[in-house]
């Protein structure tokens, strides 16, 4: 079962930039609902070998409008550099709540924010916020699955042998 994910940015500039989560544990941070994220090697369609170096897309997260959304739209705009950190969350076997994942970016900056809200006159739409996209690119990203400790890392300025 996918549950909400929690984002802290920290701004080279602005310092933190908070969010409206109220969770113990969790105040300020910024609530994610989605996240789409692909990095992948170019190939060749005949063969299947690669043709050239990995490519990271850019991260794609889809949070609602709160009070973070104006510092990562000036973010956006001045192509501010920044730290991410997102933090995922599962259910156990024994029904707790554990933190399970985390990604972490380094050098990020937001290359595209698009704002939308579901068609109101929907009465499916009733439950759901004014939302936002917001997607990041990075020099260095680091993916850590907490139970065991197991982190891999890519940074663009240092080429895989």
Same mark, same amino acid.
């Given at each position: 079962?996918?549950?909400?994910?929690?984002?802290?940015?920290?701004?080279?500039?602005?310092?933190?930039?908070?969010?409206?989560?109220?969770? /113990?544990?969790?105040?300020?941070?910024?609530?994610?609902?989605?996240?789409?994220?692909?990095?992948?090697?170019?190939?060749?369609?005949?063969?299947? =070998?690669?043709?050239?170096?990995?490519?990271? !897309?850019?991260?794609?997260?889809? !949070?609602? !409008?709160?009070?973070?959304?104006?510092?990562?739209?000036?973010?956006?705009?001045?192509?501010?550099?920044?730290?991410?950190?997102? !933090?995922?969350?599962?259910?156990?076997?024994?029904?707790? /709540?554990?933190?399970?994942?985390?990604?972490?970016?380094?050098?990020?900056?937001?290359?595209?924010?698009? /704002?939308?809200?579901? =068609?109101?006159?929907?009465?499916?739409?009733?439950?759901?916020?004014?939302?936002?996209?917001?997607?990041?690119?990075? /020099?260095?990203?680091?993916?850590?699955?907490?139970?065991?400790?197991?982190?891999?890392?890519?940074?663009?300025?240092?080429?895989?042998?």
């Amino acid at each position: 079962m996918a549950m909400t994910s929690y984002l802290k940015v920290e701004a080279n500039d602005q310092g933190e930039i908070k969010g409206d989560c109220s969770q /113990e544990g969790r105040e300020d941070l910024i609530m994610v609902y989605s996240i789409d994220h692909k990095v992948e090697i170019p190939r060749d369609t005949h063969t299947g =070998l690669p043709t050239g170096q990995r490519i990271h !897309k850019p991260l794609q997260i889809i !949070k609602h !409008k709160d009070k973070s959304s104006p510092g990562l739209f000036q973010a956006c705009c001045s192509g501010e550099q920044m730290k991410i950190e997102m !933090k995922f969350f599962r259910i156990t076997d024994a029904g707790k /709540e554990e933190h399970y994942f985390t990604i972490k970016l380094e050098n990020a900056i937001i290359v595209e924010m698009q /704002e939308y809200n579901p =068609l109101t006159f929907l009465e499916e739409n009733k439950p759901y916020k004014d939302m936002e996209s917001v997607l990041f690119t990075y /020099e260095k990203i680091i993916w850590t699955y907490e139970p065991d400790g197991i982190e891999t890392e890519d940074s663009w300025k240092a080429p895989k042998a």
